[in-house]
Nanobody, 131 residues
Framework: QVQLVESGGGLVQSGGSLRLSCAAS????????IAWFRQAPGKEREGVSS????????????YYADSVKGRFTVSRDNAKNTVYLQMNSLKPEDTAVYYC????????????????????WGQGTQVTVSS
């Protein structure tokens, strides 16, 4: 059974940084791509970032929501089966529960930041940014 476990959330002041981790069961190269989503209270889930590796893992393509471009960086360590989300210059509006998600197959229908693309989800980790 596929498991995705997020960690690294917490409370940080505005302008601070956090690094989230998503540990995946099995080989991360088995997933077509892995993404981060977030959901704030009373708001819809939002795609934050996604990373897709080449078949041999030697190269990656990344995607970001406009709201986090230039501040967040997604990366993956295939040897550790882990995907990271480095979040810098955090703002109060970044406060949310952050989830990682994995897709086994490519999709011609749903974009990389569309939750419908993904097959597996983690339980989430809370990120709170104080002003």
């Amino acid at each position: 059974q596929v498991q995705l476990v997020e960690s690294g959330g917490g409370l940080v002041q505005s302008g601070g940084s956090l690094r989230l981790s998503c540990a995946a069961s099995g080989n991360t190269l088995d997933y077509h791509n892995i993404a981060w989503f977030r959901q704030a209270p009373g708001k819809e889930r939002e795609g934050v970032s996604s990373i897709r590796s080449s078949d041999d893992g030697s190269d990656s393509t990344t995607y970001y929501a406009d709201s986090v471009k230039g501040r967040f960086t997604v990366s993956r360590d295939n040897a550790k089966n882990t995907v990271y989300l480095q979040m810098n210059s955090l703002k109060p509006e970044d406060t949310a529960v952050y989830y990682c998600a994995a897709a086994h197959r490519p999709s011609l229908i749903y974009g990389f930041l569309d939750g419908r693309r993904y097959d597996y989800w983690g339980q989430g980790t809370q990120v709170t940014v104080s002003s």
